[in-house]
């Protein structure tokens, strides 16, 4: 799983996990107040609308209308935006491009949105436009979406109006929409299972999440339980409370899936039966050796292992051959 | 010409040059739509054409259609799956209306052009025949008939 968590500061110097996705609301209003905002002031086309850039097109394009050659040209309407590309060495710095649309891409690529593509241009067409002309133009930040998730990845869509001009005519408009999105990522597994947790075993996950193992004593007759539950099986109390277990154990059994394979996991892999010292027994996953060099009676210590974000779970570290 | 009525479509073949060629006629150097390794290790199996390439396809296919006296008023796309080298592009329009100005008729076509993957690109352009100088003066005729297509 792709772990796209960045710590930023905003302009207040407060501290947020812009990709943390249990609070994207935050972002979401940081990515608001971008909308109005100016993304391109009195720009300058970098050539004049001309006739071997015209030419150049239309071979690419396959394009013989008549209407784009000859003493009377015009430049073909689709080519509205290219009259305003910044090329190869794009456009000088202190012409045009204001600071908001460079903070609006960093802030996505600060919460993980790290990829683009151009999805919708919508192109009017007012005035036609002819060789000499100088073309200027200026652009706002439109809108800016709610997250969205496409086949590409989750991320906003980011949309733009420029208008394009000759002089003081207005020769076009142009809007402009990209997705900048974080990759879904074709080969990623599927994220682990998650616990079940309710009322009967959630003390017990509130003690992995602090990264403590809990184990039930019945407050009855003093018996250890393991995993949760309500009563004692032994004396049928239904008061408990918990001691912490101490991390050391022993593999008391275990078994190697080999097929069918599970989509969050590759087999084969030991999943293992550990005995812990205090006398329970818990079902486990036995890290540090190859499957295959799991053995009963191994003894092995506790651990915590983060699988991503939002899971934690107890695992157990093979401590040296079997006893 | 009515709404409903639909153009011939038109077969592009998507060669590494168009794609290539289409990106640097629209001053595009973005490296997903010149080079290969680049666009493979941002997860591309390929180049792919760039939305400004497709724009200028589309506006063609639609003014070869109608003939040079045809003048583009608005496109409008949405691009959807990749335009890759080695697939071919099939455009395909339909009149989704025809209006009658004084100073212009205009039709306004739906666009699809559709590759291997899927839909590569959904948009609605109008284009608009400007009227003769007669009818913009005020002497109003019967019902012009709106040009049938040069190249259709």
């Known amino acids: 799983m792709v772990n796209n968590k960045q710590e930023v500061s905003d302009d207040l110097g407060n501290v947020g996990n812009l990709g943390d996705t249990s609070n994207p609301g935050d972002l979401e209003k940081r990515l608001k107040a971008f909308e109005g905002r100016p993304s391109v002031v009195a720009g300058v086309g970098k050539d004049p609308v001309n006739a071997p850039m015209i030419r150049h097109w239309c071979e690419a394009m396959g394009d013989t209308n008549p209407a784009y050659a000859g003493p009377d040209a015009i430049a073909p309407p689709t080519m509205l935006q290219v009259w305003t590309m910044g090329g190869l060495s794009g456009h000088r710095a202190d012409i045009g491009r204001t600071e908001a649309y460079d903070e609006l891409l960093a802030l996505l690529d600060e919460a993980g949105c790290t990829s683009v593509v151009a999805t919708d241009c919508e192109q009017e067409y007012v005035r036609a436009l002819r060789p000499g002309d100088e073309v200027t133009f200026d652009a706002v930040i439109e809108s800016v979406s709610e997250r969205k998730t496409t086949k590409l990845g989750t991320g906003y869509f980011v949309t733009t109006r420029m208008d394009v001009r000759v002089g003081d005519d207005l020769a076009g408009t142009h809007r402009f929409r990209i997705l900048k999105y974080a990759p879904a990522g074709r080969r990623e597994k599927p994220p682990r299972p998650r616990p079940v947790v309710n009322r009967d075993n959630a003390g017990f996950w509130e003690g992995v999440r602090q990264h403590r193992l809990l184990i039930q004593r019945c407050t009855g007759c003093g018996t250890l339980r393991h995993p949760w539950l309500p009563g004692c099986t032994t004396c049928g109390c239904p008061d408990w409370d918990t001691i912490e277990a101490s991390g050391e154990g022993t593999v008391y059994s275990y078994v190697v899936p080999h097929h069918p394979p599970f989509p969050a996991f590759e087999p084969p892999y030991a999943v293992a039966l550990i005995e812990l010292a205090e006398g329970v027994r818990m079902i486990s996953n036995v890290v540090g050796v190859p499957y295959d060099k799991v053995r009963i009676g191994q003894s092995v210590l506790l651990e915590f292992q983060a699988y991503d974000d939002d899971l934690v779970l107890p695992v157990f570290r093979a401590r040296g051959e079997a006893a | ?152």
């Open chain 2, 1 to 152: 010409m009515k709404p409903g009525d639909e153009l011939p479509p038109l077969e592009i073949p998507i060669t590494r040059t168009l794609v290539v060629a289409g990106a640097i006629a629209s001053r595009d150097y973005q490296d997903v739509h010149h080079d290969a390794e680049l666009a493979r290790q941002k997860g591309s199996p390929d180049i792919f054409m760039n939305i400004l390439t497709t724009n200028g396809l589309v506006g063609s296919y639609i003014t070869d259609h109608f003939g040079p006296r045809a003048v583009l008023r608005k496109v409008a796309i949405r691009l959807g799956a990749p335009n890759y080298p080695g697939d071919t592009m099939v455009l395909t329009g339909t009149i989704e209306d025809v209006a009658e100005d004084v100073a212009d008729d205009t039709a306004t076509v739906r666009v699809i052009g559709t590759n291997s993957i899927g839909r590569h690109v959904t948009g609605t352009v109008t284009v608009a025949f400007p009227a003769p100088a007669a009818r913009r003066t005020g002497a109003r005729q019967a019902p012009v008939t709106l040009p049938a297509g040069e190249a259709g």
